[in-house]
């Protein structure tokens, strides 16, 4: 976004909870409030959509640490935001209850969760929890529960109105019972917005506009992948064990003094309303709507008369009456008094959709946003248009995150129904789909299913983990490289044919399936200009180099790290993370062409090519069968750069690079060709130990040589010095790129944290990543301790024969350090390592040695290879 996007005049649809609050957060960002004009289709007293019949409830602690500090921020701005000196949050506090052994352990789960984004929470007794909330059950249905104080009730129709006041006050413009009827677009740029009042034009257009999303999308030409859903909510009537409370005392506190309340073994969420309960449930069948079929909104508004509130479905609700009559037996005793069908958003991933739009400059969305998020969602929204960057990492949120196949009504539909289904699901980090499948594969499957190989499904996309092909080499197994016995819930989704897949790579060579990393051309005569711009690295290198490099905010945030190969001239092709790297990437082209003859496109070629990983001390052996001498293989074709071959006849791309710190390469060709290459490859290595091997192993391998993943150790609240990268810095480039500036200024101050290597000391303890991390003394128990960092990622070193841990750590802390990591309620001790713990050649680091370079010499250290055989 241009500098002086404060200046620019924006127009927002939609004036719920998102919508105020987005026109809000640009006042306080600088923006001219006469350049902000909010359109709401109903009456801004109460528009009738989402925010109009939400409960309110905000816990904020979840698996996702963007998802959390939005929550936070939302509890913050509400807390200071008040009428008649009553807040428009009630920090009641938040408790949620388990009933089954397997939620217990969940909850200790989500308290590292709470630990590891700075949320005060400890779990308590089922005594305790009975103290703070009265109306439990007394006869043992309650096993404990989570607290966390900073829980509690937002009051979310009079937030909107407040916010609606306070910007209108300021000069925003609003415009009541006015629908949005097109989006108006020039030259591949959202210019304003078509009303039944008019036209009205616009630098930018954003979407707030809530489970009308999808229409508005339409409207714009952008697909959003949001699915609208009812949701059952029921007020009962009064109970007598609230009867005597203070009537005046409840209104003050917002007519509620409990916790709110969650028991989502069931799918059930509470709250007081003054002498009734409310109850929430997401144990129904999945009901979804089409905001189109709803009409138009009606002029006068109320509680019972919305778009958003459908008729109760009585017989929906019947196991959840019976199921709360059992946790809160004071109910029993009462009846359902009043109850709707209350419409939410839900998407693929369950995430929000926020930034532009990969298709159309100037138009943004901020929907599928709940009332716990609202004001965190607007803030990082603000920030991205006035500056270009959020100070919270926005990468999981953004609307360009799906992949083109995901995009789909059909795809849309069943996920998010799967989404509604699950929302209290126990979820493993790993578990898959288990529809729709087979959405996108490569030319190797068929082979791949013969061999046995056990697939995940991610983007689309089936990658196999490993193969059970190779189930019978553990009985060749070294003992060093046994695999331990894992506990159960890290041992789910794993398998110990991984130690074979490690060891046959560290020793031999194994071939792994690497089609769906995304792959992308730029091409034309400004392809130079244009990575010289957007990367930190030098562009202009000889054809079939490879760099390594990253993309920066203006911030110099890591945006995305990426793999360029400059293929002749005036083509490149990038080796990126995600569907939002090409997002960046076109826009950013598009940009270019429009204001310079220089033109240049970028275009994803991932679906019509394939890739293989070649990697170990005897890829080079399994080449020279494939015809391709030491000569081209090694002397002309150094690390870190690609050429053209020919391999069993199939024209491939060379490219000497590895993610696993062993000699090999990276083999790319067309679609049409995969499946030849695939048994080429496989039958030329039959006599130096070839295996097919899965990301199981090449996620341990990575891990162990200290390679970076973008998204998951990283992001755009990191920079390239705090995450280890400076490497990807070229220090002699004289070419202007974004983030520069910020990157000298990054690089004079001192750092206060780094992205750590850590070695579980126990040998056996494989973590699963989000954990906290503490220091030694610094507190034990279930509730006590502040975490000094949390975990990205982490596997078993198969090599090291030990779980390795890749951490954010206060960058004092420094080698031989013990830290202890919160996993399930109990402490796992660690230890510091400086660097990591494997280096480039695939030996074990030793003290102060880093990893990250492939070895250099053509086969490494001969290895028996009897064994392997």
């Known amino acids: 976004m241009p500098p002086n996007a404060p200046s620019q005049s924006i127009i927002i649809i939609g004036a719920g909870i998102v919508g105020a609050n987005l026109a809000d957060e640009l006042l306080s960002h600088g923006w001219n409030p006469s350049n902000i004009t909010v359109i709401e289709q109903g009456p801004l007293s109460l528009p009738g959509g989402s925010t109009s019949h939400a409960p309110g409830l ?49 909850l200790e789960r989500k308290l590292g969760y709470a630990k590891a984004w700075g949320v005060e929470a400890r779990l308590i007794s089922p005594e305790e929890c009975l103290a703070l909330h009265p109306l ?55 210019t304003g917005v078509r009303t039944s009042a008019g036209a009205l034009h616009a630098d930018i257009v954003v979407s707030c ?62 709250r007081e309303h003054g002498d009734r309960i409310g109850i929430g449930y997401y144990g129904h069948k999945p ?34 009456w019976k199921e709360t009559q059992t946790l809160l037996p004071a109910l029993r005793s009462a009846e359902i008094d009043d109850g709707f069908n209350g419409i939410f958003s839900f998407t693929p991933d369950g995430g929000p959709l926020l930034g532009e739009a990969p298709n159309l400059d100037g138009f943004f969305v901020a929907e599928a946003v709940w009332v716990t998020h609202s004001a965190g969602v607007a803030r990082a929204l603000a920030e991205l248009l006035t500056q270009g960057w959020s100070s919270v990492d ?76 190779n189930k019978g080499l553990l009985r060749s197994l070294p003992e060093r490289w046994h695999p331990v016995q894992r506990d159960p819930w890290s041992a789910r989704f794993s398998s110990p044919i991984s130690a074979v897949e490690a060891w046959k790579t560290r020793h031999a060579v194994a071939l792994y399936d690497m089609s769906s990393f995304h792959r992308f051309i730029v091409n034309g005569p400004g392809a130079v200009q244009l990575l010289q711009h957007l990367t930190t690295s030098d562009m202009d290198v000889r054809p079939g180099t490879i760099t390594y490099t990253l993309l ?19 083509t490149f092709q990038i080796g990126a993370n995600s569907a939002s790297d090409l997002a960046y990437l076109s826009r950013a082209a598009r940009q270019q062409s429009k204001s310079s003859s220089d033109w240049v496109t970028v275009s994803d070629i991932t679906g019509g090519t394939c890739a293989l990983g070649l990697w ?47 000699y090999g390469w990276e083999i790319q060709t067309s679609a049409e060709h995969g499946a030849r290459l695939f048994e080429s490859v496989l039958a030329a290595g039959k006599h130096h130990g070839i295996i097919p ?54 690089a004079a101050r001192p750092l206060s944290r780094r992205l750590r290597c850590l070695t579980v000391d126990d040998g056996r303890s494989v973590l699963m990543g989000k954990e906290p991390v503490f220091l030694d003394g610094s507190g034990s128990g279930s509730g006590s301790g502040r975490a000094v960092g949390y975990v990205t990622t982490a596997a078993f070193g198969f090599t090291v024969s030990r779980p390795v841990v890749w951490a954010w750590l206060p960058a004092a802390l420094g080698e031989g350090v013990g830290v202890q990591i919160g996993y399930f309620g109990r402490r796992v001790q660690a230890t510091v390592v400086e660097g990591a713990v494997v280096d480039g050649e695939g030996r074990v680091a030793g003290p102060g040695t880093g990893g990250g370079r492939e070895r250099e010499s053509g086969r490494g250290k001969e290895r028996p290879l009897k064994a392997l055989l």
């Open 58 to 106: 905000v816990f904020q602690t979840s698996p996702s640490k963007t998802m959390t500090r939005f929550a936070q921020y939302t509890v913050q701005k509400l807390q200071g935001l008040s009428q008649d000196g009553q807040s428009c949050f009630n920090q009641l506090g938040g408790l949620e209850v388990a009933t089954t052994e397997d939620r217990m352990h969940e």
């Open 693 to 746: 091997a899965g990301r199981a192993a090449f996620n341990a391998l990575r891990l162990e040589c200290g390679y970076r993943t973008y998204g998951i150790d990283m992001g755009a609240e990191h920079d390239p010095y705090e995450a280890g990268l400076g490497h990807a810095i070229s220090k002699n480039k004289e070419e202007d790129f974004i983030g520069k500036g910020a990157l000298r200024t990054r």
């Open 552 to 570: 920066l905010t203006p911030n110099a945030g890591i945006r995305a790290d990426i793999f360029v190969t400059r293929l002749n001239a005036t």
């Open 394 to 469: 926005v990468s999981e949120c953004e609307l360009s995150r799906f992949e083109t196949v995901q995009l789909g009504r059909p795809y849309v539909q069943e996920t998010s129904q799967q989404n509604f289904v699950e929302i209290y699901d126990i979820i493993h980090p790993l578990q898959p789909r288990t529809s729709p499948r087979n959405l996108r594969v490569s030319p190797f499957y068929a082979r791949q299913v013969e061999l046995g190989a056990f697939f995940l499904e991610v983007g689309g996309w089936e990658r196999p983990f490993w193969y059970e092909a």
């Open 287 to 320: 009901m979804p709507v089409v905001a189109g079929d709803l009409g138009a909104t009606p002029k006068v508004v109320s509680e019972t008369n919305m778009p958003s509130r459908l008729d109760f479905t009585s017989e929906d609700f019947a196991p959840a």
């Open 616 to 662: 170990g001390p005897r890829a080079a052996d399994v080449l020279s069968t494939l015809g391709i001498t030491d000569e081209i293989a090694n002397k002309a074709l150094p690390y870190m750069h690609a050429k053209p071959a020919t391999l069993a006849s199939i024209p491939v791309l060379l490219l000497r690079k590895s993610y696993v710190g062993e």
């Open 136 to 190: 439990l059950s007394t006869e043992g249905v309650v096993l404990g529960g989570l607290h966390i104080p900073s829980d509690g009730l937002a009051l979310a129709a009079r937030a909107t109105g407040l916010l609606v006041e306070r910007t209108r006050a300021a000069g925003v413009t609003y415009l009541e019972h006015t629908a949005v009827t097109g989006i108006l677009q020039s030259d591949g740029r959202a």
């Open 209 to 270: 506009a809530g489970f009308w999303g999808v229409e508005i999308g339409a409207m714009a030409g952008v697909d959003i992948p949001l699915l609208p859903l009812a949701h059952q909510y029921a007020k009962t009537t009064p109970i007598e064990q609230l009867a005597n409370r203070d009537v005046n005392a409840c209104i003050n506190a917002m007519n509620a003094e409990y916790p709110i309340l969650r028991h989502q073994d069931q799918d059930l969420y509470y």
